[in-house]
């Protein structure tokens, strides 16, 4: 019986293509922007979980805190100094390596060739700390950082740029104007966290500040712990410790922060979590609308096939098959417009993924989550034009004109 009434609403289905094709549509537009969008919320979280793996999950950052100037404005604090560096390194047992650094944008030139690019002033624990590997020369070393020697260690696509398929170890380049030696070009790193690690020059602290850009504060103190069990307390200890140092009181806010890599991770987890509610709130509206598309038109199809109805009732037809009959034609819809949404979508996010080279992830998850809603809406907007349809009686319905 079932299989009767599919292929006879299938034949209906048929015999108004192009109107079933109208009504389907905002069905396929929802499912297709569940698809594509979850697609690419993935995509884009599982790039940036692995690039931020990448620097290891037992690594912790300190950076400056926020201060009130003037009661009106706020400004970045600009107390943490190298000294504090050496404090935790010293001071605190779950640390391994500690490597304190500034960065900020400069020009840079070699003979006709100039780009610019992010010069980071740090130390050789830099190589650890941040998972770092030199492709050709040597990295510079604490006698560099103590004598504020000009020697830089170039990301890969600087020295591209710089010197092309040549050797640039050896070679000078000018950093705002003043010599560099270089004296390594780092392996191809790729995207590391907030930036391109191959975009980059490194270069000794002590230069960085002294010969360069002046100052003595750092923006960053990265610290890799021995383990990632001991983050917790690491991270309480380096508190502590530096509350300490800078004088800060009982309750008083201190003037930096401790963050973890699986803070940023969890952070950027409750980012994706609440794009996915947008997402899921545009894509429910759309099937609403498409939900009331399919019902209208149920309505209007029960209107045309009265005769037909009351035909059916008096050669034995019960309410029952009635019900299921336009159940089922309304679930049809909805069900081939979740299908053709899940290819419109997987279309949009594969197109977007190449063109932007932006990475999508298609889960099996949100593919069963939009269709199964998607039929949910047909059986729901279907019912009432379903039961209207079911309640007729046979004698008034073979009278209508």
């Known amino acids: 019986m079932f299989y009767v009434i599919l292929r006879v609403a299938l034949r209906e289905l048929r015999g108004a293509m192009l109107r079933s094709l109208l009504t389907m549509l905002g069905v396929v537009i929802g499912v297709a922007a569940v698809v594509a969008m979850v697609a690419l919320g993935e995509g884009a979280k599982i790039s940036l979980s692995k690039n931020i793996r990448n620097l290891g999950t037992n690594l912790l950052i300190v950076r400056p805190g926020i201060m009130q100037e003037g ?40 003979l006709n060739k100039n780009t610019s690019t992010n010069i980071v002033g740090t130390t050789p624990a830099h190589l650890s700390v941040r998972s770092l590997n030199v492709k050709s020369g040597r990295f510079f070393t604490h006698r560099d950082v103590i004598g504020a020697r ?50 980059q020059i490194l270069i000794p602290i002590s230069t960085f500040q002294k010969r360069l850009f002046g100052g003595t504060h750092v923006s960053f103190i990265w610290v890799e712990v021995k383990s990632e069990e001991l983050m917790a307390t690491a991270s309480e200890e380096i508190t502590s410790l530096l509350r300490r140092s800078h004088g800060i009181k009982r309750g008083e806010e201190p003037d930096f922060h401790v963050r973890s890599q699986i803070d940023i991770l969890k952070s950027m987890e409750e980012m994706t979590r ?59 819809l909805s069900g081939l417009g979740g299908i053709l949404g899940i290819l419109l979508g997987s279309g949009i996010a594969y197109v977007i993924g190449n063109i932007s080279e932006w990475g999508t992830h298609i889960s099996p998850e949100s593919v069963l989550i939009a269709y199964s809603v998607a039929l949910v809406v047909g059986i729901f907007f279907g019912w009432y034009p379903a039961f209207k349809a079911a309640r007729m009686n046979p004698v008034d319905a073979l009278r209508r004109e």
């Open 274 to 332: 609440t794009f996915r509610y947008l997402l899921a709130g545009i894509a429910a509206i759309s099937l609403l609308v498409g939900g009331i598309g399919i019902m209208n038109i149920m309505l209007v199809t029960v209107t045309e096939r009265t005769r037909e109805i009351g035909l059916r009732k008096a050669l034995g037809a019960k309410r029952n098959d009635i019900l299921k009959q336009f159940l089922l034609e309304s679930a049809t």
């Open 150 to 199: 000009r020697v830089a260690a170039l990301g890969l696509s600087v020295a591209e740029t710089l010197f092309g398929s040549r050797e640039a170890v050896g070679e000078y380049i000018k950093i705002n104007g003043i010599n560099f030696r270089v004296t390594a070009v780092m392996a191809e790193k790729g995207q590391s966290g907030w930036r391109d690690a191959d975009d």
């Open 71 to 110: 009661h009106v404005r706020h400004v970045t604090a600009q107390t943490l100094t190298r000294d504090d560096a050496r404090l935790i390194e010293k001071k605190i047992p779950e640390v391994i390596a500690v490597a304190p650094s500034n960065s900020r944008q400069a020009q840079v030139k070699r």
